[in-house]
């Protein structure tokens, strides 16, 4: 007869998920733990930019009829932050990683690409939701916006975001040391975010200008973020929409092959 103690306990049936929500907790606790560094001083760097411009910039006429400068720049400002820091928290926290090593850790995992993918995407979307919550808060006394696309507000946001996060996500695989990282950082994402449209209209550019910024995928994801306040915009929602759907559609194809590639991940 068999002791009922010598008969080995089942395994526990693996925990759906696990290890996907186990890094995106781990993504989230890092930047939560130096909010300072990463909402609070966006939100500081928006405020001034909001202070300087308004008060040099305050009394030149809008791009749109009832819209005063100042509610004109804020949007611009608000996604400009947004792009800066969803490229931010993807690239600094893959970066990091494989300079430190411990990227040896998830390689061993049994996490694949795309669960990869959603952990440092959904973090990096936490936290410019973070950064947008805290500038509307901190502005809401001095400058009020109104509402007029909510829905086209939130996919630009949230297309917005998920490009830059997968672009960050690109710019660390590829990257080999953290000087990689800056020079994507000074030389495309800054100054393509900054002639994107935060500032000005583009229809009071130059006409060579003008049709340059068309092709730069940022001013449609500010324009069609500008639009769900306002309900204008400088091109059609539709246009700004599809350039921003395309172009995190194309970033997270190119991520998920490099991805599931291990290119310049694997030791």
């Not at 000087?179 to 950082?185: G, R, V």
């Not at 306040?229 to 759907?245: H, R």
């Amino acid at each position: 007869m068999r002791n009922d103690a010598d008969v080995m306990p089942e395994p526990a049936p693996p925990t759906p998920l696990l290890g996907f929500r186990t890094l995106l907790k781990k993504e989230v606790m890092r930047f939560t733990s130096v909010l300072a560094q990463t909402v609070t001083a966006p939100v500081i760097m928006a405020l001034l930019y909001l202070l300087v411009f308004s008060q040099a910039l305050g009394d030149r006429p809008s791009a749109y009829e009832g819209v005063s400068y100042t509610q004109f720049l804020l949007p611009g400002l608000i996604m400009m932050s947004v792009i800066q820091n969803a490229f931010a928290n993807t690239s600094s926290s893959l970066i990091q990683s494989k300079m430190m090593g411990n990227i040896v850790f998830l390689m061993m995992s049994p996490l694949g690409a795309i669960e990869w993918f959603c952990a440092y995407v959904l973090a990096a979307l936490f936290r410019v939701t973070l950064v947008l919550v805290a500038m509307l808060v901190v502005t809401y006394p001095f400058v009020h916006l109104p509402l007029n696309a909510p829905v086209a507000l939130i996919a630009h946001f949230l297309f917005a975001g998920g490009s830059l996060a997968v672009l960050g996500l690109i710019a660390a695989i590829v990257a080999q040391k953290f000087d990689h990282i800056a020079s994507f950082t000074n030389f495309f994402i800054t100054p393509l975010s900054f002639l994107s449209g935060v500032f000005y209209s583009v229809h009071s550019l130059p006409p060579l200008w003008n049709q340059v910024s068309h092709l730069n995928p940022f001013f449609y994801m500010i324009d069609g973020f500008r639009y769900g306040f306002f309900g204008k915009a400088d091109v059609p929602v539709w246009m700004s929409l599809s350039w921003s759907a395309g172009f995190f559609a194309v970033a997270s194809a190119v991520c998920l092959v490099l991805l599931h590639r291990g290119y310049r991940l694997r030791p």
